[in-house]
């Protein structure tokens, strides 16, 4: 049984006068749970706080209703130790939270600007699930690091760790990225999924601005939302390399595709240097 509670919350969003949403947010609390007033407002301040730092940094979500499913856990160690999208006529997420996790401990957990900025882009397909995992890890840090949640500092510490376990999960999950990918949950592949992804969209961050392009992945994302998002049907090849050309169309330079086309078939892991991630956190940082 699903209890749908909207505890006024649009209402609410209407008095603190955040227009950056776009949305109506619907919280559905699971398995008949009915939370006291205490978490249903630490609750609606976190979910509220995690849009607007995704929609400052992606802009406005181009969706009437996002649905959002709250599993309250009693007996778990982190803040959000699980997170995921619900595709369908409006996309959801599904987030499971440790009832008893403050405010601060949900807005610095990363887990939910993840999942909002899946709510970006349409479902690719099982063997493209790099792309989609790697464009919301890759921008997860940079919402955080806009937010002020991380510092340059801490920005690129979490980055450099996480291509090195991508780079050791490729040791131990052999084979072209696409056919790992595809098999990701039956393997528990992530990292190699994951990260191989990130380091796709930092090398694509690199040739834009060597290509002299005026816009960074964050500002293609934010005009493919107005000038494309809708005109597409998800779940198919297909959608990554509409996807893809979309924002290549946008950036007026050809980057996307052509390092589309490379990773898909890759069986190394990508070499990114500290320099790298040193100018994005610079980049991101200072706008």
């Known amino acids: 049984m699903r209890q749908i509670c909207r505890c006024g919350f649009v209402i609410c969003l209407a008095s603190f006068s955040l227009s950056v ?19 249903v407002e630490k609750v609606k301040n976190w979910l509220e706080y995690g849009l607007k730092q995704t929609a400052s940094t992606l802009t406005d979500l181009q969706q009437p209703i996002v649905p959002v499913f709250i599993h309250l856990n ?47 882009h349409p ?25 002020g949640i991380l510092s340059k500092r801490n920005f690129v ?25 595809e098999n990701m949950w039956q ?13 796709f969209f930092i090398e694509a961050e690199e040739r834009l601005k060597v290509a002299g392009s005026q816009y960074n992945l964050a500002k293609l994302l934010a005009i493919y939302q107005t000038c494309c998002r809708g005109n597409i049907t998800p779940g ?22 052509s390092l589309y086309e490379k990773y898909s078939e890759r069986e190394d892991f990508p070499a990114i240097s500290d320099r790298q991630i040193l100018n994005l956190s610079t980049q991101y940082s200072s706008q």
């Open 236 to 257: 198919t090849h297909h959608t990554s390399v509409q996807f893809l050309s979309a924002l290549d169309s946008i950036a007026k330079v050809k980057v996307f595709m």
């Open 21 to 39: 949403f776009g949305a109506d947010i619907e919280i559905v609390w699971q398995h008949g749970q009915t939370p006291n007033k205490h978490t």
């Open 187 to 199: 393997l528990r592949a992530y990292q190699r999924v994951y990260w191989s992804g990130v380091a």
């Open 123 to 147: 479902f690719f397909g099982y063997g493209d699930s790099w792309l989609g995992e790697g464009l919301a890890t890759y921008l997860q840090n940079i919402v955080m690091l806009q937010a």
């Open 74 to 120: 009693e007996h778990v160690s982190e803040p959000v130790p699980w997170g995921e999208v619900s595709r369908g006529e409006h996309d959801g997420i599904t987030l499971h939270i440790n009832k008893h996790a403050s405010l601060t401990q949900l807005k610095v957990d990363w887990t939910l600007y993840h999942e909002f900025v899946h709510l970006y």
């Open 157 to 181: 510490q979490r980055v450099t760790e996480g291509l090195d376990r991508g780079e050791a999960a490729t040791a131990k999950f052999k084979g072209r990225l696409s056919n790992v990918a």
